[in-house]
């Protein structure tokens, strides 16, 4: 019976331009964070008058929202100038309580429509060992439902690797606190392998982590081979039943 269940849920079936997107638009953030880096264009900084300088040992805890808000205006520059090699035409900030930070569209090459990206980025800390390791990305059913209404749905997590220190500013006590990006890597969630991504019970329907945000094995999937795979890891964390009243409140079962 709860096989004959499963075999009857709803599966979404992306184009075959599918993953020419995805690897085109992973292609085009890599190269616009590497080419910041390169450029010398990756450092924030904070002006202080903490003699001491900022609290290293603390300061993972603000320095993400610095470096994602960096990111964001890192694209938006590309995006304003028409005609970049990049292709990226437009940038919307993400809300309050969408999983993602940020959308991005690009017009690739050899790709009619415009593509857009949903982007969720995270920054981890350099000399902090800890820091990437198993982050929520997103609860189980929103990021289900995302791909039921549109199988070609691209979500991407966008890890930026980062340093913080201080520098004196001047001979008067001021300290400036410099967050510096020194690496980005990029991927589609869909194509996470099956053992860098967990499901967490806590919160909701759940969520997916990543075991390390910034070291992940890539497995191609399609959205179809995606759902089964956490859909999987939903019910061996918590059962059919509870996996089945979702089913019901979002529909996710064929009518007979």
């Known amino acids: 019976m709860n096989n004959d269940i499963l075999k009857r849920r709803k599966l979404p079936k992306?184009?075959?331009?599918?993953?020419?997107?995805?690897?085109?638009?992973?292609?085009a953030i890599r190269g616009i964070i590497k080419e910041a880096i390169d450029s010398g264009n990756n450092k924030i900084f904070i002006r202080?008058?903490?003699?001491r300088g900022l609290p290293l040992e603390n300061i993972n805890k603000v320095a993400g929202?610095?470096?994602e808000a960096w990111a964001l205006e890192k694209f938006e520059e590309i995006s304003d100038k028409v005609g970049n090699k990049y292709g990226l035409v437009n940038v919307e900030a993400g809300k309050?309580?969408?999983?993602?930070?940020?959308?991005l569209q690009f017009k690739l090459k050899g790709i009619d429509d415009?593509?857009?990206?949903?982007?969720?980025?995270k920054a981890t800390a350099e000399d902090i060992l800890t820091s990437g390791k198993s982050p929520n990305i997103t609860s189980f059913a929103r990021i289900r439902n995302e791909y039921l209404d549109d199988p070609d749905y691209i979500f991407l997590v966008l890890s930026l690797k980062h340093k913080v220190f201080s520098e004196k500013a001047d001979g008067n006590g001021i300290t400036n606190g410099i967050m510096q990006?020194?690496?980005?890597?990029?991927?589609?969630i869909k194509y996470v392998s099956a053992k860098d991504l967990n499901y967490n019970p806590a919160l909701g329907t759940g969520q997916m982590q990543i075991r390390d945000i910034h070291y992940v094995d890539e497995e191609r999937k399609t959205a179809e081979q995606f759902i089964k795979m956490i859909d999987e890891k939903y019910i061996n964390s918590r059962g059919l039943k509870p996996w089945?009243?979702?089913?019901?409140?979002?529909?996710?079962?064929?009518?007979?």
């Open 114 to 121: 415009y593509v857009s990206a949903n982007v969720d980025s």
């Open 244 to 256: 089945l009243k979702l089913a019901e409140k979002y529909k996710w079962i064929k009518s007979e």
């Open 48 to 51: 202080t008058n903490l003699k």
């Open 181 to 188: 990006v020194n690496a980005c890597h990029v991927y589609d």
């Open 14 to 27: 992306e184009s075959a331009l599918y993953s020419a997107m995805s690897d085109g638009v992973c292609s």
């Open 65 to 67: 929202p610095f470096v």
């Open 96 to 103: 309050r309580l969408d999983a993602f930070d940020m959308v």
